[in-house]
Nanobody, 121 residues
């Protein structure tokens, strides 16, 4: 009973920037870890960045220094600010959240539907 919706993808030139957003809705008690993953055709889905409730963030080596993950707990939202984009960043980007639906419950992982990011001249 939880839905995640990404937005903000599109076409951008190399060196440009995009900001992705992902909003969770439904029966949400709390959200622990949030993250972003990306996938290209024929390849596995790879971790881009994660952010804990403590706001501790981790990044894949390929995006470190260029991407910034952040969260707004009041809005059940995670963001990914992407700067100095490269053609190699082209992929479908998926958000991921570890959600608890009750105070006593363990968390479950939810995925968004994905948003396309294309970096090209």
């Amino acid at each position: 009973q939880v839905q995640l919706v990404e937005s903000g993808g599109g076409l951008v030139q190399p060196g440009g920037s995009l900001r992705l957003s992902c909003v969770a809705s439904g029966s949400i008690f709390s959200i622990q870890d949030m993250g972003w993953y990306r996938q290209t055709p024929g390849k596995e889905r790879d971790l881009v960045a994660t952010i804990a409730r403590s706001e501790t963030a981790d990044y894949a080596a390929s995006v470190k220094g260029r991407f910034t993950i952040s969260r707004d707990n009041a809005k059940n939202t995670v963001y990914l600010q992407m700067n100095v984009l490269e053609p190699e960043d082209t992929a479908v980007y998926y958000c991921n959240m570890d959600v608890s639906t009750a105070y006593y419950s363990l968390t479950s992982i939810y995925w968004g539907q994905g948003t396309q990011v294309t970096v090209s001249t």
